[in-house]
């Protein structure tokens, strides 16, 4: 589980990056990935439903790499980044990802590649070995 549990606090690390004011919130809030993302890391994000959704997420993680992952569950908090700034609780809204929207996560994963630093990166390649 070592790799899962360095994904985890990379989640963290790219969404400071990719947006600081969201990770911000969350984090005063208590919310680390650590206590979202742990199944959506584990299972390639197979515990967030549709599954013809994460059959389509699927088959880029497997055609571009499955380390994509964790840009994806990134893009799945800033595609809800207002329902999250917007209420109080967002483990409410975080106790269960909304469902999958394959072609907006993986658009959005895509562009968040060219904001991560380098060393970043090869953190997010390597972090499952």
């Known amino acids: 589980m070592d790799g899962v549990h360095r994904g985890l606090a990379l989640v963290d690390t790219v969404l400071a990056i990719v947006d600081p004011k969201l990770s911000a919130y969350l984090i005063s809030k208590g919310m680390h990935a650590k206590i979202y993302g742990f199944a959506s890391v ?16 699927w088959d880029f993680l497997f055609a571009y790499g499955p380390h ?3 840009l994806c569950i990134v893009a799945q908090l800033v595609l809800i980044r207002d329902q999250l700034l917007a209420n109080p609780s967002p483990n409410q809204i975080l106790r269960s990802f909304p469902t999958l929207q394959s072609g907006k996560i993986k658009a959005m994963a895509i562009s968040f590649v060219k904001k991560i630093p380098r060393d970043v990166y090869d953190q997010i390649v390597a972090h499952a070995q």
Do not use: K, Q, S
């Not at 584990?42 to 997420?57: D, K």
């Open 68 to 70: 994509l992952n964790l």
């Open 42 to 57: 584990l299972t390639l994000c197979a515990c967030t439903p549709p599954l013809p959704e994460v059959l389509n997420l």
